[in-house]
Structures are given as structure tokens and as C-alpha cells.
């Protein structure tokens, strides 16, 4: 146990950059900067929108590989949500799985296709569907692109703090950032 450690509690780390990319790349996947916005992230329902529904109303529209649908999906929502492999893989197994789609090789890519089961149930949900890059779009936006930028800010604040404070300003620093949480959930609970 070090000098500043708290008795009871495990002893602090020392600073690593490192570990500080690998917080940034997490926030950016899931929807806090990075080029692409909002991302999805594994399940039927992603950060940007649903899944499942967007992948059988682009199956509506022409055959499609897992690649061309999260690109499709990305173009659409003007790259405010571009799903992962991980949440659109397994929406296809599932679809499969139900008979909704079935797969078909064309120029040596697995191809998604819709069955007349699928057909049926696209036109049977079809109003709860809705447009999903759309209401990704909506949920993304500047307001979304500012509270990034004022994030990422604050975490390069924080990061400076720690590699040349002092522990005193390490403290005040960390202390500053639980009053920081404090009141964002304030602002939810006044709501």
C-alpha cells in the first residue's frame, strides 16, 4: 500500500495513457465521437436504432450481403448509426432461423433474401417498423456531436490532470468528476 492509498480500499493504480485510448475507442463505439456518430452495438436493438427492422426493410428492396446492409443502414442514416457485425449477424441467424430470410450465394458472398414468410411479415409489422437510420438520425444530430465534443474536452482535462498533477490535484480532480455525475443524474431526477 502506497502512501495516498485509503485503508480498506484496493491500492490506486498508477496513471496509464494507454488504458485512457482504450476509454475514448469504448465511448466513441458507443455513440460518444469517433468519424462515424452513433454506432450500434450487439442485440436486436442498437444504440442508433432497430436492427432487425431495418435489415428486413432493405431485404424488401434487393438482396443483400451482411456488409451491404450495415453500410446501407450508414449511408441512410447520413453515418449517424452504422450497426456492428455483432448486432447484424446474429439478426440475420435469427431472421433465418424463423424461415423470414433465406441465405443465397451470388458472386461468392452469402446473400440475405426475404421468403414469402418474410414478405408477409414485413407487411404485417410494417407500421411499427417505421424508418430506423431515420430515428437513429433524429436521436444523433448536433445536440448528440456538442455533448461528445464537451466530453472529450473534459477527458482531456482529466488526462492532463493526471499524468502532471499533483495526488492533492489528482484528488480534487476526481472529486470535481463525482459532483460532475452527481448532477447529470440531478438533471434526469428534476425531470
Same mark, same amino acid.
Given at each position: 500500500?502506497?502512501? #495516498? ?17 482504450? #476509454? ?8 460518444? =465521437? =469517433?468519424?462515424?456518430?452513433?454506432? @450500434? ?18 431485404? !424488401? ?17 447520413? @453515418? ?17 432461423? !424463423? ?93
Amino acid at each position: 500500500m502506497g502512501p #495516498h492509498d485509503t485503508p480498506g480500499r484496493a491500492p490506486r493504480r498508477p496513471f496509464n495513457p494507454h488504458e485512457m485510448d482504450q #476509454h475514448l475507442e469504448h465511448l466513441a463505439r458507443f455513440g460518444f =465521437g =469517433g468519424p462515424r456518430g452513433r454506432r @450500434g452495438r450487439g442485440g436486436r436493438r442498437g444504440r442508433g436504432g432497430d436492427v432487425r427492422a431495418a435489415v428486413l426493410l432493405l431485404l !424488401e428492396e434487393s438482396p443483400m450481403h451482411g456488409y451491404q446492409l450495415i453500410t446501407e443502414i450508414g449511408e441512410r442514416s447520413e @453515418g449517424e448509426w452504422t450497426p456492428s457485425p455483432g448486432s447484424v449477424y446474429p439478426v440475420l441467424q435469427q431472421l433465418e432461423d !424463423e424461415g423470414l430470410i433465406t441465405f443465397e450465394r451470388v458472386e461468392g458472398r452469402k446473400s440475405a433474401q426475404l421468403t414469402e414468410a418474410g414478405r408477409a411479415y414485413l407487411e404485417e409489422h410494417r407500421e411499427t417498423f417505421g424508418t430506423p437510420w431515420q430515428v437513429a438520425e433524429e436521436r444523433g444530430g448536433q445536440p448528440a456531436r456538442e455533448s461528445a465534443e464537451s466530453l472529450r474536452s473534459l477527458i482531456g482535462a482529466w488526462t492532463q490532470v493526471m499524468q502532471a498533477g499533483t495526488d492533492e490535484q489528482r484528488q480534487q480532480a476526481s472529486e470535481i468528476l463525482a459532483d460532475a455525475r452527481k448532477s447529470l443524474y440531478r438533471v434526469l431526477a428534476d425531470a
